[in-house]
């Protein structure tokens, strides 16, 4: 199910499930959501600081319930990641939610959020949160695009190490790590016929391998349809792997027929390309270029 496309003047929460965020940067991306003809309603503890936390566990989930809750909220904005949101994501009811389902945006830690979603077969954004909106106007004006019912089609150079083919499904997935931390409960999504969209930060690469070995020991793999890979970012090289982290996914990757694209613009970079997941998607891997178009539907807002 796809949310109904944002209109002029549509109410937007910020919140912070996960860890705690620069009050400016709420406040500088209220600004912008305000010039794209948004009204920005920030959460009561967005702003809040507990250790490393936006508030107690309490407080984020009382805000998270909120913005799910409140039918004249169209888009729930997350306004960072880091961690967190995985200690209160089980106390949250998203029957309000299946009803009358708004986009959740944000990427990360938030990655347990979409997988939240989709359970109820409901559409959410990948995209880039209060920073990189802030500090990348290619960025913000995808997902402004996004949200407002333009839906991108992407053209992005090839990779040596992608593999060609073309397939159509929704795209699902996210942080690895967040990701990983689902096997096993009632988050995990279905990866049935899927194309799996991995990213992360500050990961060892032996440490993405054991996750990808994960995936591959618990069928994941052989389940998937396509995979794209984002921005692994913050890491350097473990040359005792005997191969560079873009390598070892290859490799875990290279008994399975599904399309592959490296170096896709979307992770913990500035430069984020929005990523609908749950939405019908097309992937074309060749040896010149990739193309990735997604198939809205036109939902209107009530």
């Known amino acids: 199910m796809q949310p109904p496309f944002l209109q002029f003047g549509d109410k937007i929460a910020i919140i912070s499930p996960s860890s705690s965020i620069d009050s400016k940067l709420i406040d500088q991306v209220a600004n912008i959501l305000t010039e794209w003809g948004l009204e920005p309603i920030v959460g009561e503890h967005a702003r809040s600081?507990?250790?490393?936390?936006?508030?107690?566990?309490?407080?984020?989930?009382?805000?998270?319930?909120?913005?799910?809750?409140?039918?004249?909220?169209?888009?729930?904005?997350?306004?960072?990641?880091?961690?967190?949101?995985?200690?209160?994501?089980?106390?949250?009811?998203?029957?309000?939610?299946?009803?009358?389902?708004?986009?959740?945006?944000?990427?990360?830690?938030?990655?347990?959020?979409?997988?939240?979603?989709?359970?109820?077969d409901i559409a959410s954004i990948q995209g880039s949160m209060a920073k990189?909106?802030?500090?990348?106007?290619?960025?913000?004006?995808?997902?402004?695009?996004?949200?407002?019912?333009?839906?991108?089609?992407?053209?992005?150079?090839?990779?040596?190490?992608?593999?060609?083919?073309?397939?159509?499904?929704?795209?699902?997935?996210?942080?690895?790590t967040v990701l990983c931390s689902t096997r096993g409960t009632h988050f995990e999504p279905n990866f049935i016929q899927k194309i799996l969209f991995i990213e992360d930060i500050g990961e060892k690469p032996y440490q993405i391998d054991r996750m990808l070995h994960n995936l591959k020991l618990g069928g994941i793999l052989e389940e998937i349809s396509g995979l794209i890979v984002g921005h692994f970012s913050d890491y350097e090289e473990d040359t005792e792997m005997g191969n560079t982290l873009p390598e070892l996914i290859a490799s875990i990757a290279s008994e399975y027929n599904f399309p592959i694209c490296f170096n896709f613009p979307s992770g913990h970079d500035p430069l984020h390309y929005p990523l609908p997941f749950g939405v019908p998607a097309t992937l074309r891997v060749n040896d010149k270029e990739v193309t990735l178009t997604f198939i809205s539907q036109n939902v209107s807002s009530d």
């Open 49 to 120: 600081i507990f250790g490393r936390f936006a508030g107690t566990k309490q407080e984020r989930a009382a805000d998270l319930q909120w913005a799910v809750d409140n039918k004249s909220i169209k888009a729930i904005l997350c306004s960072r990641g880091g961690y967190g949101l995985i200690q209160i994501i089980d106390d949250i009811d998203f029957s309000h939610f299946e009803l009358y389902p708004k986009w959740v945006i944000g990427f990360s830690d938030i990655t347990i959020l979409h997988s939240a979603v989709a359970a109820y």
């Open 132 to 176: 990189y909106i802030c500090d990348n106007n290619i960025s913000a004006n995808l997902l402004r695009k996004c949200l407002f019912g333009e839906f991108p089609s992407y053209t992005i150079p090839t990779s040596p190490l992608n593999r060609m083919g073309e397939v159509t499904g929704e795209i699902i997935g996210g942080n690895l």
